[in-house]
């Protein structure tokens, strides 16, 4: 029962490097959901897709793409790099709308020196 | 700037009292809340909501209060076990749509 799959789980590149952060989910889920975890800033939401074939900026989405590749997989790119995306990402799906709660991945810790 | 705010980071309990944690808003479109568990290194999970038309929902030693007027909800855990210790997070939602607006957590101990 993995629930949503994310990785990789730790990762440091350099600043202008590029790389796509994967999530899958296994629940059957319609939406899916990025969001970014920085210290003394709770959880702000980078993208989302509320369903297969549709994606919508969130809070922060400046510096990142997203590909909701099917069902199951939600991808977010960074395609250079800046210490100022040094964070830790969360991928989360729900059933729908939120009324259900979303279910989250463990997280993925990206450094950018 | 922060729709949802959790104005104190941390909270410290003795074990088997009751912890409240406390959460405000300024959107007056939310319509559903939600508190989540984070322990570290791990992914939030679901711990219980609240919708608009309610004021008091409760789930075992969990419940959560709103007062819409206050634009102010809080969980209790009652009673507090060492292992609630965590971070929890408020969140909260407009038309009960897809994007969560998140607080900034506050962290709970709850000592023996």
């Known amino acids: 029962n993995a629930g949503v799959t994310q990785t990789p789980k730790f990762q440091v590149l350099k600043t202008g490097q590029s790389m796509t952060l994967q999530c899958a989910q296994d629940?059957?889920?319609?939406?899916m959901y990025w969001y970014r975890q920085d210290p003394g800033m709770g959880l702000r939401l980078i993208y989302y897709s509320a369903s297969e074939g549709t994606t919508d900026k969130g809070e922060v989405p400046n510096g990142y793409n997203v590909s909701r590749l099917n069902k199951r997989e939600f991808s977010l790119r960074l395609e250079s790099a800046a210490p100022s995306q040094t964070s830790v990402y969360f991928c989360?799906?729900?059933?729908?709308?939120?009324?259900?709660?979303?279910?989250f991945g463990s997280g993925t810790r990206l450094t950018v020196v | 700037d922060q729709q949802v705010k959790q104005n104190s980071p941390s909270l410290s309990v003795q074990e088997g009292r009751i912890s409240i944690l406390n959460c405000d808003y300024t959107?007056?479109?939310?319509?559903?809340f939600l508190w989540y568990k984070k322990y570290p290194a791990e992914g939030p999970t679901f711990l219980i909501s609240i919708s608009s038309i309610k004021d008091k929902n409760e789930d075992g030693r969990f419940t959560v209060f709103l007062n819409k007027s206050a634009k102010h909800l809080s969980l209790h855990i009652v009673p507090s076990q060492p292992g609630d210790s965590a971070v929890y997070f408020c969140a909260a939602s407009a038309n009960s749509g897809y994007a969560l607006n998140f607080g900034k957590g506050t962290s709970l101990l709850v000592t023996p």
């Open positions: 989360a799906s729900s059933p729908g709308a939120i009324s259900y709660g979303y279910t």
């Open positions: 959107n007056s479109m939310f319509d559903y």
């Open positions: 629940m059957n889920h319609n939406s």
